[in-house]
């Protein structure tokens, strides 16, 4: 990713012949959002179902041990 898009600026690295540049969204195919959706509806399951997420799911584990936000059960 970079800063300003498109590249403008003379970048030495741009020339390279084995070099393939994608956008931003360039991973955002069908099947990259589907695995996506997959797994965020697993991870939602599990932690309704008082499962333990995988490590790194949560993006703030603190609200995690937080009972107001526990679900019931």
Not at 46 to 60: E, F, M, T, W
Request: proline residues 16%; aromatic residues 2%.
């Amino acid at each position: 990713m970079f800063a300003e898009e498109p590249v403008e600026a003379p970048i030495p690295l741009l020339d390279a012949p084995n070099l393939i540049l994608t956008p931003h969204m360039g991973a955002a195919t069908t099947v990259a959002r589907a695995a996506t959706a997959r797994m965020a509806a697993a991870q939602l399951l599990d932690a309704l179902d008082g499962r333990p997420l995988p490590p790194g799911a949560c993006v703030n584990p603190a609200v995690l041990r937080d009972p107001e936000r526990t679900p019931p059960g």
